[in-house]
């Protein structure tokens, strides 16, 4: 079982800048996919951020140029830098760990933070 705690979250302002943590209960990045999502109200969520074992990242449209994803193994922990924020990416955001193993898919989720941009 992989527990997953995020922090970090709050109000900022347009065109400022923010940083999520994502702490896992383990070891797990060598073997995890570590994403990122986020769901605003009304809407479905959102996967935007990806880190793979190997060290690959991925990022949707609306976030590339803006966000980073890192991790730290030695503290077990995926990091979200978001800057240029937009009161568009008002959301709760949520950190993920998946792996698929043969047929098997494994998915833990975090709690949420929640991140509001406005003036």
């Known amino acids: 079982q992989v527990q997953l705690v995020e922090s970090g979250g709050g109000l900022v302002q347009p065109g400022g800048s923010l940083r999520l943590s994502c702490a896992a209960s383990g070891s797990i990045f060598s073997i995890y996919n570590m994403n990122w999502y986020r769901q605003a109200p009304g809407t479905q969520r959102e996967k935007f951020a990806t880190?793979?074992?190997?060290?690959?990242?991925n990022y949707a449209d609306s976030v590339k140029g803006r966000f980073i994803i890192a991790r730290d193994g030695a503290k077990n922990t995926v990091y979200l830098h978001m800057n240029t924020l937009k009161p568009e990416d008002t959301a709760v955001y949520y950190c993920n760990a998946g792996r698929r193993v043969g047929v098997n898919t494994y998915v833990y989720w975090g709690q949420g933070t929640q991140v509001i941009v406005s003036s």
């Open positions: 880190v793979t074992p190997g060290g690959t990242t």
